[in-house]
């Protein structure tokens, strides 16, 4: 990012005549804001637009706000942007600039509307060297180069909590509307809850801005600390006050192994809903090797399946390549695409949908490459994921084996109603909201052994534990016992023992009684490890703190699964 100093706007004003160079037309035109540098721009005149998939803006509101002096010829219809340290000059109406003397081409070409000139968002970056974003859905630009710097502005406002100067960050920098959602007593709160694991506080790494609509900045930040990342997310107004604030545990940063290769990948291409992902491939393979496709657990996830300080996709993928099998993890439709879907769209969402359907064509994806052994594909699901793996395969997957890690053939509903009431009797009889949560959550389990005699519309206009009644109406459809009962490849069924979301003692115990002694499954259950198959005993062990403290998949787990498709192959 280019850093310059703010001069003085020329006062000459930019006139021109409409009719001089071509004009735009006026009747495709989209309005969009304008941000620069964490600012929003007001336009006394000209607006910025949209037209054919093109952001124009009016170029001298915008460079006077990232330290250019502008001028105009009015004979030549020659632009000048100067600076200390670039000077650049173009005609109105064409697409060609010099910058310092040298000739840059930029498209599309610049135009004349309401008597101003107008050059593409693009220009910022193409010629002046500064970073631009745009997005569609909240018709907001922004330009950024100089005087927003998002690492120094997290940092002052991490350093501000750390120090436990909680009134001084709420005066500086909450809007009103967050000082009334966030008093300081609740920030103080929050921050001594999270200050003993995360020890002392490094720095900010990475910092990133964009717009969130018309007239609000987000700042995405990762900020180090010694024991733990925190990501930091912040919503800024157009006054450069905070509306928004959230710190949560992130997963550690690390780089791949030199014995692995990482590639990026598109599960689903062509369809509507196309997936990043990444494919981890042995670095020293020699011919086809065996793959695994990774399923996620419920919810929104990114295709580590981060989960607080925990990025177990990343663990099983790096540890698997470096054993000579080559993983496929990608990110899942409801974290890639969850906050475009209409309500609608939410209310009628299913596993087939969030996971199936994605799942299949990783699968399809992995057959086709030429360094895969298309006859030893297998799907690792955890949790959710691992409770969908069969009807997974039972619908296009056609695994060569499957490996089920804290899943459960037990319905989803049953086990949230287990986790909440592990919650409420964790709690102190004396609390008055014991009993309040426990009859809210009885009502809830009441609406979930209603939900298979709903309608269709009933259950999409119904909620049931925080989830569309639609989404449980059809996974019931689905009778995952007998999908599990009726598996004829070998399976892997894995558990930790001190996993408090799915129980070792019904859940792992009903898939060794629906497969019994069968040849082809095997079991093993692991002392000491959590949901996430991560060991842990420290403060908050046994609840969701203990996923806040960064953990690994053990070695023991990763050897294991290895070693099963090695024994498979």
Excluded: C
């Excluded at 004979?75 to 000048?80: M, P």
């Excluded at 909680?166 to 103080?188: I, M, N, R």
């Excluded at 663990?315 to 390549?321: P, S």
């Amino acid at each position: 990012m280019m850093k310059m100093k703010r001069l003085a706007a020329s006062a000459a004003a930019l006139a021109l005549l409409a009719n001089a160079v071509p004009a735009a037309a006026a009747d495709s035109r989209s309005p969009v804001s304008m941000w620069v540098n964490g600012n929003a721009l007001t336009f006394a005149e000209a607006r910025p637009y949209e037209e054919a998939g093109n952001v124009l803006v009016p170029i001298r509101a915008a460079a006077e706000r990232i330290g250019f002096r502008v001028s105009f010829d009015a004979d030549t219809y020659e632009v000048g942007l100067s600076s200390p340290d670039v000077n650049v000059t173009f005609r109105a109406g064409t697409a060609a600039a010099t910058v310092n003397g040298r000739e840059t081409v930029f498209a599309p070409a610049s135009a004349v509307v309401q008597n101003r000139v107008f050059v593409p968002l693009s220009f910022f970056e193409t010629v002046l060297g500064f970073e631009t974003a745009y997005r569609d859905d909240v018709k907001a630009a922004e330009v950024r180069g100089g005087a927003l710097d998002p690492k120094a502005l997290v940092a002052d406002i991490v350093s501000l909590l750390v120090d436990g100067s909680y009134q001084q960050l709420s005066d500086e920098w909450f809007a009103d509307e967050l000082k009334a959602a966030v008093p300081v007593e609740a920030l103080a709160a929050g921050w001594d809850d999270a200050a003993p694991i995360a020890g002392a506080f490094l720095g900010v790494k990475s910092a990133q801005t964009a717009p969130l609509d018309a007239e609000t900045l987000g700042v995405e930040a990762v900020a180090a600390f010694d024991r733990m990342n925190f990501k930091v997310s912040l919503a800024i107004n157009g006054e450069r006050r905070l509306v928004g604030l959230l710190l949560q545990p992130a997963a550690t940063e690390a780089a791949a192994p030199a014995s692995v290769v990482e590639e990026e990948v598109v599960v689903g291409a062509g369809t509507a809903y196309e997936l990043g992902g990444t494919l981890t491939l042995p670095a020293a393979a020699e011919g086809p090797v065996p793959a695994v496709v990774l399923v996620q657990g419920s919810g929104p996830s990114d295709r580590n399946e981060t989960a607080g300080a925990y990025a177990p996709f990343r663990d099983l993928a790096w540890g698997l390549a470096q054993q000579g099998i080559a993983v496929l993890r990608y990110d899942k439709r409801t974290y890639a695409y969850g906050d475009k879907f209409t309500p609608e769209e939410a209310a009628a969402i299913t596993v087939a949908e969030e996971s199936v359907d994605d799942a299949v064509a990783a699968a399809e994806l992995l057959k086709r490459d030429g360094r895969i052994d298309a006859s030893q594909v297998y799907v690792i699901g955890h949790s959710q994921g691992g409770m969908l793996a069969p009807r997974i395969d039972a619908e296009g997957g056609d695994f060569a084996g499957l490996v089920l890690l804290a899943g459960s053939p037990r319905t989803l509903w049953e086990l949230i109603y287990d986790q909440n009431m592990a919650f409420i009797e964790a709690m102190d009889d004396a609390d008055p909201a014991k009993q309040a949560n426990l009859n809210s959550i009885e009502a809830e389990y009441k609406k979930a052994q209603s939900v298979a005699a709903m309608t269709d519309d009933e259950a999409k206009n119904r909620s049931v534990f925080g989830f569309p009644a639609y989404y449980f109406k059809e996974m019931d459809a689905f009778d995952l016992p007998a999908y599990v009962e009726e598996l004829k490849k070998p399976v892997l069924v894995l558990q930790g023992e001190d996993d408090f979301q799915v129980y070792a003692e019904k859940d792992f115990a009903m898939y060794k009684e629906i497969f019994g002694e069968r040849d082809g499954v095997t079991y093993k259950l692991y002392p000491g490890l959590n949901h996430f198959f991560v060991d842990y005993d420290g403060p908050g062990a046994g609840t969701l703190g203990e996923y806040n403290v960064p953990g690994a998949v053990s070695q023991d787990v990763i050897d294991d699964i290895a070693a099963w498709i090695s024994k498979q192959s």
